[in-house]
């Protein structure tokens, strides 16, 4: 099925995010609230947005806007409707009767809930509508996360799932992760229980949260936010709900439970303001000192807190071994986190998604991870995994490679992420040309412009270098005259 025309109802972060996506991809959009106003000012939102959400602002009249009473009608014509309204399921089911009751034939509905299964939301509709229902699960900011999940039940027409992952994939330049409807679907589920794991560990083993930030952070391939950074981050409050949602829907024996006791500590920042960087600070916090700001850290056993420590661990790349065979506790750190991260994704596979790949691709579109927790066991060894990991009962995947011992289990790395950066491909590509502002390089049947000026400001010899550039780029079509080379001014 071919979408042409899309419409978006609840114009609010995710709602407004969605639809300037679409317009990113020339895809004519509507985006419909309770009032017409309130969808004008979501779009004002957009055209201000920082960083921007348009890729063209001139585009912006572009995405229509509307009411759900007097422009309900442009569901009609629709041939995908999604559903980004507030996280209220009596709200969403009469949203959906009212879809349901206007869409075309065989049009898409799907919801952008975080939270919410498909089997609740879809429990009103009957078997015709429930096949053309799924959950279309975008991250925020919406075109710059790279995932996007799609959740499917047992209902679903698959055929029109796998046209909706293609158009996302194809149209929007989205990650398009097909999961099975569980608590937190793909993404969350490992992450949030990872960051967990990471901060009851900091907690268990007394480290401070700059050296858990320093472990939790570059040497894993995690953004250096570290655990308490990403924390402050999202919103310590926001994280509670969070945690409170998989408490609630998933089994007592899952270990998520374990680590999604809630902290007195956590609980006191709470009830005091400190949300994170939205709030008075939170596991850090800035404090104005006459001119000077000067950035403090709390302490995980006396909730006090202290000017920062900065902890330089002497790796500045990604390097698992290294930091998990330290005989430090730095080390015994590193290795209860990836452990644990490791043996939890595993145990998802096959109930959440059967490709475990797909588990690693969550985590780099949608964490920004280096690499995912098969990649790391893969990074690991598997031999030196099995040597040093504790108990793995009932973990299937564990179990099978436990015997195999397959040191190239892993196959084909998935498509999403295989994008060729600068700095990949320099140790490859062949020099060309060079001036004080940039080099030229070809790689394969590529020629590349690197500006090496500070912040890649541009200046005459940038622009030197561009029409080099392009003598050359002709030359490799063998319309140039030969020669060409950067002149300096
Ligand atoms: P929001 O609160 O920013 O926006 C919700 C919008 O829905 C508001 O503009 C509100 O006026 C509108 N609305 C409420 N009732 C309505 C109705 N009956 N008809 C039409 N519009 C109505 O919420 P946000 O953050 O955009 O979340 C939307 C959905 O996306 C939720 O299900 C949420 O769980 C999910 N989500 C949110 C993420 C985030 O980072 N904010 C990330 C991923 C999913």
Redesign the pocket.
């Known amino acids: 099925m071919e979408i042409k025309k899309v419409v978006v ?7 407004s995010g969605i639809a300037a996506h679409l317009c990113n991809a020339n895809v004519p959009v509507t985006l ?3 009032t017409t106003e ?1 969808s004008i000012k ?1 779009r004002e939102r957009i055209h201000k947005s920082r960083p921007p959400l348009l890729i063209d602002k001139s585009k912006i009249d572009n995405i229509k806007v509307g009411n ?1 009473n007097d422009d309900f009608n442009v569901v009609k014509e629709a041939d995908w409707i999604v559903e ?4 209220r399921i009596d ?1 969403k089911h ?2 959906y009767k009212k879809i349901f009751d206007n869409r075309k034939d065989g049009a898409i509905v799907s ?5 919410i299964p498909i089997k609740i939301l879809s429990e009103n509709m009957t078997d015709e509508q429930k096949k053309d229902f799924c959950i279309t ?4 900011p919406v075109r710059y996360m790279g995932l996007l999940e799609i959740v499917k039940n047992e209902n679903n027409d698959l055929k029109k799932i796998n046209s909706l992952k293609v158009f996302c994939e194809s149209e929007l330049g989205k990650g398009a992760i097909v999961c099975n409807d569980t608590p937190g679907f793909l993404g969350n589920r490992v992450g949030v229980y990872a960051m967990q794991v990471a901060m009851t560990e900091a907690f268990k083993m007394k480290l401070t949260i700059e050296e858990a930030d320093a472990v939790f952070g570059r040497p894993m391939g995690i953004p250096k936010t570290g655990v308490f950074g990403l924390y402050d981050l999202i919103g310590i409050d926001l994280m509670a709900d969070v945690l409170k949602s998989f408490v609630k829907e998933l089994p007592e024996t899952d270990k998520f439970q374990e680590v999604a006791k809630e902290i007195p500590l956590v609980k006191k920042l709470i009830e005091s303001g400190y949300t994170g960087r939205k709030g008075k600070g939170g596991f850090y916090r800035m404090k104005k000192l006459e001119n000077q700001k000067i950035l403090e850290a709390i302490n995980l056993q006396t909730g006090e807190y202290a000017e920062s420590k900065k902890i330089d661990l002497k790796i500045d790349t990604v390097d698992l071994n290294t930091i998990i065979n330290r005989k430090d506790k730095y080390g015994e750190y590193a290795w209860s986190v990836i452990s644990q991260i490791i043996k939890y994704a595993s145990s998802l596979v096959p109930g959440i998604t059967n490709k475990f790949n797909d588990i690693d691709e969550a985590m780099r579109l949608g964490f920004n991870w280096a690499m995912g927790p098969f990649e790391m066991l893969k990074s690991i060894g598997v031999k030196n995994f099995f040597n040093r990991v504790d108990e793995f009962k009932g973990n299937k995947f564990l179990e099978e490679l436990s015997v195999k011992k397959d040191e190239n289990f892993y196959g084909e790395r998935q498509i999403y992420t295989e994008i060729e950066t600068l700095g990949k491909v320099k140790p490859k590509a062949l020099s060309l040309d060079k001036n004080k502002s940039a080099e030229i390089y070809r790689f394969k049947d590529f020629n590349i412009v690197e500006f090496t000026t500070k912040a890649c400001a541009l200046d005459y010899d940038s622009m030197d270098s561009l029409i080099s550039y392009c003598m050359l780029s002709l030359k490799f079509l063998s319309k140039a005259p030969s020669g060409s080379s950067i002149k300096t001014n």
Request: proline share 0%.
């Open positions: 109802i609840g114009s609010g972060t995710m709602g419909l609230d309770l309130i979501a759900i980004a309204v507030v996280e709200i009469q949203i919801s952008n809930t975080s939270s699960h975008f991250f925020n």
